[in-house]
């Protein structure tokens, strides 16, 4: 691969990218982990470089993998509250003085700093499936810079990244490696799909034996799964979908359960945004927990993963998060590096 090929690119959906390229952004970060554990600086990497961050939902880890990242890379990281600026907004969602169309805030930004991430699901889109993904390309459409997906409501690519890096650092590599991404309940139906969408991606991308399991209800876009089964056929992994928890965990390598909103929750196209209809499919499936009895089906070297913040007692029990398994501060730590890397690339 061409050395610049990364260069100007923007890191919207793992889907945009070919394996090889997912392999240069995975060997940058292990590279920029290692050196900052020696105490080697790479401050020279980014130097007066500028980061816009437009979050419209809360965050702790990403905010703070970004602004950290930025600043040990030379550059610095701008954070944008989309209700203390105009808001950004779509043509045809606009209110005067109140908003300002996407096409005229990617414009402006772009004549002051080098990139853009972006962070909207849920609320600000009224749900509807599909809506902040297809905002974040009208950034990128517009934009001269390059433009990040900080998650939006089908992909968390910086959260994939820093998971399959995870997998890699405690396995080794990919092959045979047992991942099963499984729904867990939350008391919350407002949880969007983009982190178990990007995990199966990345994991069918990378070779594993990718297993998804959900109560049924909980169903995940058909079109992350066709990828996941092109992906299985095309790197030598396997991808199928299980229905039963405790089948689906049986010898697992990686366990990785978390909440994901029903289809009910959604708005159309894809639902009819009925909120009592949504309570009940998850109200109704409150074993789907991640306890120590249900660890032990997996694997005895299995890993247990979570992208954070989790509901502590619903989605899993104090005992197994904070466990020997549970690799949930290295997968977090590791938002830093992979992050570091793509900004590396991209922005240079
Ligand atoms: N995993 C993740 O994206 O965390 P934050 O919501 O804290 O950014």
Same mark, same amino acid.
């Given at each position: ?13 793992? /889907? ?29 990497? /980014? ?7 437009? !979050? ?13 990242? #930025? ?40 004549? #002051? ?57 405690? !396995? ?35 070779? #594993? ?8 209800? #909980? ?94 007692? !619903? ?13 949930? !501060? ?14 590396? /690339?991209?922005?240079?």
């Amino acid at each position: 691969m061409r050395t610049d090929k990364l260069r100007g690119r923007d890191f919207l959906c793992e /889907l945009d990218f070919t394996r090889e390229e997912i392999d240069t952004i995975l060997d940058v970060a292990l590279d920029l982990k290692k050196r900052r554990a020696i105490g080697e600086a790479h401050n020279h990497i /980014l130097p007066g470089k500028t980061l816009f961050m437009i !979050f419209y939902n809360q965050s702790l880890r990403t905010r703070n993998s970004f602004e950290a990242g #930025m600043t040990q890379l030379g550059g610095h990281a701008h954070y944008l509250d989309p209700s203390k600026i105009y808001t950004p907004a779509l043509e045809g969602r606009e209110k005067a003085y109140s908003t300002e169309r996407v096409s005229d805030v990617a414009r402006t930004l772009s004549r #002051m700093g080098d990139a853009i991430a972006i962070r909207c699901y849920g609320d600000p889109v009224g749900w509807e499936y599909g809506g902040s993904h297809a905002m974040i390309r009208e950034f990128a459409k517009w934009a001269d810079i390059p433009v990040i997906n900080m998650e939006c409501d089908k992909y968390h690519p910086c959260q994939g990244m820093a998971d399959v890096m995870t997998v890699k650092e405690k !396995f080794g590599g990919f092959k045979g490696v047992k991942f099963v991404m499984s729904w867990a309940y939350s008391p919350s139906i407002e949880k969007p799909r983009a982190v178990p969408q990007s995990a199966i991606l990345y994991a069918t991308l990378m070779g #594993m034996e990718v297993t998804l399991a959900h109560p049924k209800g #909980m169903e995940l876009d058909n079109e992350v799964l066709s990828a996941c089964k092109a992906n299985a056929k095309k790197y030598g992994g396997s991808f199928k979908v299980e229905n039963d928890f405790e089948t689906a965990l049986k010898g697992a390598h990686v366990v990785y359960p978390k909440a994901w909103t029903a289809i009910p929750a959604f708005a159309p196209p894809v639902g009819t945004r009925d909120e009592k209809k949504a309570q009940a499919i998850f109200d109704a499936n409150k074993s789907w927990l991640c306890d120590a009895k249900k660890m032990k089906l997996a694997d005895k070297d299995a890993i247990y993963m979570h992208c954070l913040p989790c509901d502590r007692g !619903f989605e899993v029990t104090d005992e197994v998060i904070d466990g020997p398994q549970s690799v949930v !501060f290295d997968e977090a730590e590791n938002r830093l590096h992979a992050q570091k890397a793509v900004m590396s /690339l991209i922005m240079r």
